[in-house]
């Protein structure tokens, strides 16, 4: 047994939060916890279909993501639909890239799936936040990672 | 179970003097042979008979129209539930919650079981809200079953934590009702280290008087339902759940639920083997944030003064009992792997 602080069991004592889920919803919709500095690492794959990278990625963008990290400014009622985020606020986009068509090591990167990787930060955080993902293939994106609130 | 009488409690005093009546309230070979009952009647053993008793070697892909089918690979055994000698399974986190549309009592318990092909937690009803004597046969309403559309809907493991009624009122009030809400933690951790669960999930449910054990079509909000939550991005892996309480809302957006629960203070990346590590257990805690219906991990342990021949703490519960005064009681964790339940005052 041991007395404590209440204080002590709120989210705002800890140093960081961390937002994780094997996969995420896309769009991810959260609670900032009064932080306000957000850390983001993002990798997803498409749901469906082999999406091999091809040799003219330039010309190939079906899986380039574009990353809208956008704040709800309305109702934060879950039920009333704010989950979904769809159009109040563009918010601010993150580029992604196409799969590079080798790796570092000269080989092809793996066909079966294609995997994302960004990483990006954002401050002055507002109360909640979504983060949604597209590309241009209309394949279903699954986003894992994990979002760190300082 | 014991009463408490809180004006008798002073620190050093004997557990005597303040802790009165105990009582039991269930005994382990009683919940093993209801258990046991109970998976022979929804779950008949069909092409092969049990090898020395019912409830035994459940066949993988049993049907049940009510409780799920099952799954897994291996067949699933409760039968060491039945006798001492076996060794009970019964995991000793229970979860009464007192049902006030009937005034009754609930009383949610988990089982270990040896892979996903059994159910883990099961549940009594009891009109007796002062449990006098030992719950029985009469009283046992089954195993629960909850749909989780990515992982299994057996609800196999026994890491579990229920409050009800729901304390922030996502789901409004509803007479005849009653709410609740529940963390579970589920899952294989590198696919072969059953130890420490993979992935947790938060829910809350809008009724569990009408049915306590069957949970699909009331759960309101279902948070890291897509796979689960993975903890400090999967470092801390969950051991035991220990018990809900409500954070409420302060200056930020942080109204949420709070589940204690402990991890190994390292990453268990034992790939291939599926020996226990004796490793140290922190307390950490997760959030459910019912508003973004998202399940969040706070970045620091709890951490607790203790002696040397303590390496960890589990099962951590947080009460206010029997003085009033807001504290956690926890197992210590030794070398040995022996539970000393820390309740020095």
Same mark, same amino acid.
């Given at each position: 047994m041991e007395y404590i602080?209440?204080?002590?069991? *709120?989210?705002?004592?800890? *140093?960081k939060i961390y937002i994780t889920e094997d996969?995420?919803?896309?769009p991810l919709f959260f609670s900032t916890? !009064? *932080?306000?500095k957000l850390f983001a690492r993002l990798h997803f794959f498409a749901s469906t279909g082999a999406v091999p990278p091809t040799n003219n990625p330039q010309n190939d963008p079906q899986y380039a993501p574009v990353f809208q990290i956008a704040e709800?400014? !309305?109702?934060?009622?879950?039920?009333? !639909?704010?989950?979904?985020?769809?159009?109040w606020d563009v918010g601010t986009l993150v580029l992604g890239t196409q799969?590079?068509?080798?790796?570092f090591d000269g080989y092809s990167p793996p066909t079966d799936i294609s995997i994302k990787l960004v990483e990006f930060s954002a401050e002055d955080l507002p109360a909640y936040i979504s983060i949604r993902i597209k590309a241009q293939s209309t394949n279903t994106i699954l986003p894992y990672g994990v979002i760190v609130l300082e | 179970m014991a009463d408490v009488d809180e004006s008798a409690?002073?620190?050093?005093?004997?557990?005597?003097e303040w802790l009165l009546n105990p009582r039991l309230v269930l005994s382990t070979l009683q919940a093993g042979n209801d258990i046991i009952n109970w998976f022979d009647a929804n779950y008949p053993y069909t092409s092969v008979p049990p090898s020395g008793?019912?409830?035994?070697?459940?066949?993988?892909?049993q049907s049940n129209s009510t409780y799920g089918t099952l799954q897994g690979g291996s067949p699933g055994n409760v039968?060491?539930?039945?006798s001492f000698s076996t060794g009970?399974?019964?995991?000793?986190q229970f979860w009464p919650i007192y049902d006030y549309v009937d005034n009754s009592i609930l009383l949610f318990f988990s089982i270990k079981t040896?892979?996903?092909? %059994?159910?883990?937690i099961y549940c009594y009803k009891t009109t007796? &809200?002062?449990?006098?004597t030992p719950l029985t046969s009469s009283q046992f309403l089954g195993g629960v079953i909850f749909a989780l559309p990515f992982y299994n809907?057996?609800?196999?493991?026994?890491?579990f934590s229920i409050i009800s009624p729901?304390?922030?009122? %996502?789901t409004p009030r509803v007479a005849g009702q009653q709410s609740a809400v529940f963390f579970y933690a589920y899952g294989v951790f590198d696919g072969s &280290?059953?130890?420490?669960?993979r992935w947790i999930e938060a829910s809350v449910i809008?009724?569990?008087? %009408?049915?306590?054990?069957n949970w699909n079509g009331k759960i309101t909000l279902f948070a890291a339902i897509n796979g689960g939550g993975v903890d400090v991005a999967g470092q801390y892996n969950p051991d035991k759940l220990g018990s809900i309480f409500v954070v409420p809302q302060g200056n &930020?957006?942080?109204a949420c639920y709070a589940c204690l629960y402990n991890a190994t &203070?390292?990453?268990?990346?034992?790939?291939g083997s599926n020996a226990l590590v004796i490793n140290a257990m922190q307390i950490r805690i997760a959030y459910f944030h019912p508003a973004a219906n998202v399940l969040a991990f706070g970045s620091d342990p709890i951490s607790f003064a203790s002696g040397v021949g303590t390496i960890g703490h589990c099962r951590p519960q947080f009460t206010t009992y029997p003085d009033g005064v807001p504290k956690i009681i926890y197992n210590d964790f030794a070398f040995d792997q022996s539970l000393k339940t820390v309740w020095s005052t």
């Open positions: 602080d209440p204080q002590v069991l *709120r989210p705002e004592h800890h *140093r996969n995420f919803p896309n916890f !009064g *932080r306000k709800y400014d !309305g109702n934060y009622d879950y039920s009333t !639909g704010a989950y979904f985020l769809d159009n799969e590079p068509t080798t790796r | 409690f002073k620190p050093g005093a004997q557990a005597s008793g019912v409830g035994q070697e459940t066949p993988n892909g039968s060491r539930m039945a009970s399974s019964i995991d000793g040896p892979n996903v092909n %059994t159910k883990a007796d &809200t002062e449990i006098r809907p057996n609800a196999s493991s026994h890491r729901d304390p922030l009122v %996502t &280290t059953p130890d420490h669960g809008s009724d569990i008087h %009408t049915n306590p054990v &930020t957006t942080s &203070t390292d990453r268990d990346i034992r790939s």
